[in-house]
């Protein structure tokens, strides 16, 4: 069984680090892996394969940033190509960026069925790239793999028939599992900023809503810096915040009061998470990674797609319109007690290894 794997997010290259490494371990399965080129900085792609020994990816596309309409374009037309010379029996894509649409839509129009890992989820508001990404992917896709039970009663009601929903698990939890155990040897990011368990937040903000709104990356950043006084907050920057930061003339007031560090590696992101006494972020993978480490969490944003986060207690949505009602909310979850308990909600860490039986069993 011949699968073309499609990657070219940091979270993807997370998500894809668990289901290869599976992959590695099946002599009937190849896979060719086609990074897209949509992350290209070296902390924002590279550090992931070398430090999650993701196999090199068979082809590079290089396509790299530009408006929506331009990225995802250039890409189905690079991902067509490889497509028509590789001949596979699965397009597998993961999650809601422009890279899984492109390699959708790509596969769907030469008949090449479609695997679409972390299917279902919804926030229900269109103006976020995620969601039409999400929504156009489910829909093309044949086999769609749901992370929550959630996820799978969104599809249903969207009319998608119920043989092609598979409910596996989150294979992020399946990585977090695998990986954490290799934290301690390999990441020495605690001691290099000088930070002690739970003596700090841990931050980061990079989604479009919050940082393509002057009133909303305002309001967040006075909000950190005010809270920056109390505890410290460690923010690794994406690039894309840090480039409107410095649009903005907010990029001095952000490294005086916060520690603002570059995008860091997947072992010391974790370290961090697993030692923060609170994160506070608008990414989709650290709401869920707070949880795996029992972290509470406070998510930036006027809706989750992680709805069970919130029903658990360990998250709250805050939304980021005043500084002043930000930090007096943030204030207040960071001195509760967190929940007692944690439920197994994105289930049992062998999510990869379904995904592969069900492909199989599928041809
Ligand atoms: C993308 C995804 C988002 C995901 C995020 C993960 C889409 C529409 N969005 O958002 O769902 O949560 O990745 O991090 O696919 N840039 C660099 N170097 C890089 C990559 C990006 O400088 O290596 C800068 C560029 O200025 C670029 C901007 O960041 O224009 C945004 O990058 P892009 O990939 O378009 O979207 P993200 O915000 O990263
Ligand atoms: N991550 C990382 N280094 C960082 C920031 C994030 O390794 O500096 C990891 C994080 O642990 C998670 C994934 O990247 O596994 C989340 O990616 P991101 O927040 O960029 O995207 P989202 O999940 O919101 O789509």
């Known amino acids: 069984m011949k699968i073309l794997t499609i990657i070219g997010a940091r979270p993807q290259f997370i998500k894809a680090a668990a289901v290869s490494r599976i992959v590695r371990s099946e002599e009937h399965i190849n896979e060719v892996l086609v990074h897209t080129g949509q992350h290209y900085d070296r902390n924002m792609s590279d550090v992931f394969f070398g430090e999650l020994d993701i196999p090199r990816p068979d082809y590079n596309l290089g396509?790299?940033?530009?408006?929506?309409?331009?990225?995802?374009?250039?890409?189905?037309?690079?991902?067509?190509?490889?497509?028509?010379?590789?001949?596979?029996?699965?397009?597998?894509?993961?999650?809601?960026?422009n890279s899984?649409?492109?390699?959708?839509?790509?596969?769907?129009?030469?008949?090449?069925?479609?695997?679409?890992?972390?299917?279902?989820?919804?926030?229900?508001?269109?103006?976020?790239?995620?969601?039409?990404?999400?929504?156009?992917?489910?829909?093309?896709?044949?086999?769609?793999?749901?992370?929550?039970?959630?996820?799978?009663?969104?599809?249903?009601?969207?009319g998608i028939a119920s043989p092609r929903i598979h409910l596996v698990g989150d294979v992020m939890y399946d990585a977090a599992l695998f990986y954490v155990q290799q934290v301690d040897a390999r990441s020495r990011i605690l001691g290099d900023l000088n930070l002690k368990k739970e003596e700090y937040i841990l931050s980061t903000i990079h989604r479009a809503e919050?940082?393509?709104?002057?009133?909303?990356?305002?309001?967040?950043?006075?909000?950190?810096?005010?809270?920056?006084?109390e505890i410290k907050v460690v923010l690794p920057l994406h690039p894309r915040t840090g480039k409107i930061l410095k649009e903005l003339d907010l990029f001095d007031q952000v490294s005086q009061s916060l520690c603002l560090i570059e995008p860091v590696g997947y072992y010391d992101m974790i370290a961090l998470e697993k030692n923060a006494k609170m994160i506070v972020t608008d990414s989709g993978g650290i709401q869920k990674e707070a949880y795996?480490?029992?972290?509470?969490?406070?998510?930036?944003?006027?809706?989750?797609?992680?709805?069970?986060?919130?029903?658990?207690?360990?998250?709250?949505?805050i939304p980021p319109h005043c500084a002043d009602e930000?930090?007096?909310?943030?204030?207040?979850?960071?001195?509760?007690?967190?929940?007692?308990?944690?439920?197994?909600?994105?289930?049992?860490?062998?999510?990869?290894?379904?995904?592969?039986?069900?492909?199989?069993?599928?041809?």
């Open 63 to 97: 396509i790299g940033s530009a408006s929506h309409g331009v990225q995802t374009g250039k890409m189905l037309a690079a991902i067509e190509e490889v497509l028509l010379k590789e001949k596979p029996d699965w397009m597998l894509v993961y999650g809601d960026t």
């Open 100 to 158: 899984t649409l492109a390699g959708a839509i790509a596969a769907a129009k030469l008949h090449i069925p479609i695997a679409h890992v972390e299917a279902g989820l919804r926030s229900f508001n269109r103006n976020m790239p995620e969601e039409v990404n999400r929504v156009l992917t489910d829909h093309a896709a044949d086999l769609l793999f749901t992370p929550t039970t959630i996820a799978s009663k969104n599809l249903l009601k969207e």
């Open 210 to 229: 919050n940082t393509d709104s002057h009133v909303r990356l305002t309001a967040i950043i006075n909000a950190l810096s005010e809270l920056g006084k």
């Open 292 to 317: 795996f480490y029992q972290v509470p969490c406070a998510t930036l944003r006027d809706e989750t797609e992680w709805l069970e986060l919130m029903e658990s207690g360990w998250n709250c949505l």
């Open 326 to 363: 930000m930090v007096e909310k943030l204030r207040v979850r960071m001195s509760k007690l967190p929940p007692s308990g944690v439920m197994p909600l994105y289930g049992d860490g062998t999510a990869s290894e379904k995904i592969l039986k069900i492909l199989s069993d599928s041809l």
